[in-house]
């Protein structure tokens, strides 16, 4: 199989064996990225559509507004 590392091809049957672990560790490490990166945007669009119905239950009534004095953690 060929990597590259560096703008530098190699064949991995000619790497040695700590090498060839090496290169397997960074390609799980790089699906997992790839997969958290994925879950991270999946993540913002169910955030956004949450917050989005918030919002619009929240304009519907008065339930939640809290004196002007007191402080909160605003969900942005």
């Known amino acids: ?5 560096d703008n ?5 049957e000619n790497l040695n ?7 397997a560790k960074l390609q799980i490490i790089l ?3 790839q997969q958290l990166n994925s879950d991270y ?4 669009i169910v955030k956004d559509h949450n917050l989005k119905l918030l919002r ?4 519907k009534d008065d339930l939640a507004v809290l004196p002007k004095n007191e402080k ?5």
């Open 41 to 44: 945007e999946d993540l913002q």
């Open 72 to 76: 909160v953690k605003e969900i942005k």
């Open 31 to 33: 699906n997992k990225e």
């Open 8 to 12: 530098i091809d190699y064949d991995t």
């Open 56 to 59: 619009s239950e929240l304009a």
């Open 1 to 5: 199989m060929k990597v590259t590392i």
């Open 17 to 23: 064996d700590i090498a060839n672990k090496a290169v």
